[in-house]
Nanobody, 119 residues
Framework: QVQVVESGGGLVEPGGSLRLSCTAS????????MEWYRQAPGNERELVAS???????TYADSVRGRFTISLDVANKSSTLQMNSLKPEDTAVYYC?????????????WGQGTQVTVSS
């Protein structure tokens, strides 16, 4: 069994910063990728940022240059540093860990953390 837990959400004014954290625990042999998604009310869940164990990084166009993803494979954790936040960044942010179980891999989701950007 694998658990993925996010933390660090909250309320911030436009132009401010937040740092989200995500940790995978339990039966985690090896992390392949950790990704951050977000879902605003009425919208589909969208990929925000992704980083693989081979250090390949992907960002959504809407956050490139403002958000930075990190991945600590040894500690099975990821952070999402969000700067210059905008009201349109308001959403529930989810972390997804792709875990290598030797013969196969599975994706595990966290429960989400709310980010609200408002004055």
């Amino acid at each position: 069994q694998v658990q993925v837990v996010e933390s660090g959400g909250g309320l911030v004014e436009p132009g401010g910063s937040l740092r989200l954290s995500c940790t995978a625990s339990g039966n985690v042999w090896r992390i392949l990728t950790m990704e951050w998604y977000r879902q605003a009310p009425g919208n589909e869940r969208e990929l925000v940022a992704s980083k693989t164990s081979s250090r390949r990084v992907t960002y959504a166009d809407s956050v490139r240059g403002r958000f930075t993803i990190s991945l600590d494979v040894a500690n099975k954790s990821s952070t999402l540093q969000m700067n210059s936040l905008k009201p349109e960044d308001t959403a529930v942010y989810y972390c997804k860990a792709r875990v290598d179980h030797e013969v196969s891999y599975f994706d595990y989701w966290g429960q989400g953390t709310q980010v609200t950007v408002s004055s």
